[in-house]
């Protein structure tokens, strides 16, 4: 669609960081339903991250924090919140690559798949954003 080959290419997991439109987008083939799964915002700096982080707060209360979180071949900080519609979005600021996708190399769950913060929930989505303040240290997937 926009005439460009993607800036990671794995086996189960593709991503294009585009300059015209900029924007950053991934498809993923683990063990989420086939669809959205949410949207992001990537930062270029900590300081950025912390300005964004400041804006959620303003907007809801149901923000969630993670720290050098392992996901999708990155290790990032990020700030999680829902739309009204129940849509996640991410902000977050990638601190560095890495070679698995996850800090679990490999596992055969649903929730694997997923590297949006999970709870516990009646919803049949593997993937969900908890609507308490959670402070998440460490991996997400």
């Given at each position: ?30 063990g989420a339903a086939t669809g959205l799964n949410h ?103």
């Amino acid at each position: 669609m926009f005439a460009t080959a993607p800036t990671v290419s794995k086996s189960d997991y593709a991503k294009w960081m585009l300059e015209d439109p900029r924007m950053n987008f991934a498809i993923s083939q683990r063990g989420a339903a086939t669809g959205l799964n949410h949207l992001g915002i990537q930062v270029e700096s900590a300081d950025e991250l912390a300005e964004m982080h400041h804006r959620l707060q303003g907007l809801a209360s149901n923000l969630t924090e993670e720290t050098d979180s392992a996901c999708c071949y990155a290790n990032s900080d990020k700030y999680w919140i829902n739309d009204p519609q129940g849509i996640a979005w991410e902000t977050f600021h990638t601190l560095d690559t890495i070679p698995v996708f996850g800090s679990h190399q490999e596992s055969s769950s649903a929730e694997s798949g997923c590297c949006i913060p999970m709870a516990k929930t009646e919803s049949t989505s593997p993937c969900y954003i908890p609507t308490s303040k959670l402070k998440v240290t460490g991996t997400c997937c």
